[in-house]
């Protein structure tokens, strides 16, 4: 059975960071992708970052340039998204999701296994 399990979200001050994880199982580590996706409140889902698990390369949206960082541990098959400098407006829930390498990028109806979403609330 395939499972993504997301943790690490909460509640944070703006100006803070979080860690959030991506634990994955049932597949093989090799040959995925990774992104991560949020949806804020009244907005709809947007892909934020992906990480090719066969190289580590990884990849931003421009709101999060600079402010994040996503990395994988495949010993450990989990994969870590750490955002600093929080600001109000990174209040959704985030998602993590694995797809075929090569062929998921931002978006998210390329994506095959999601996992059930943590939630982060960035206070001003």
């Known amino acids: 059975e395939v499972r993504l399990v997301e943790s690490g979200g909460g509640l944070v001050q703006a100006g803070g960071s979080l860690r959030l994880s991506c634990a994955t199982s049932g597949f093989s580590f090799d040959g995925y992708t990774i992104g991560w996706f949020r949806q804020a409140p009244g907005k709809e889902q947007e892909g934020i970052s992906y990480?090719?698990?066969?190289?580590?390369?990884?990849a931003y949206v421009d709101s999060l340039k600079g402010r994040a960082t996503v990395s994988s541990d495949n010993a450990k098959k989990t994969v870590y998204l750490q955002i600093n400098v929080l600001k109000p407006e990174d209040t959704a829930v985030y998602y993590c999701?694995?797809?075929?390498?090569?062929?998921?990028?931002?978006?998210?109806?390329?994506?095959?296994?999601w996992g059930q979403g943590t939630r982060v609330t960035v206070s001003s």
């Open positions: 999701a694995a797809g075929p390498e090569g062929l998921v990028k931002f978006g998210s109806a390329e994506y095959w296994y």
């Open positions: 990480i090719s698990l066969s190289d580590g390369s990884p």
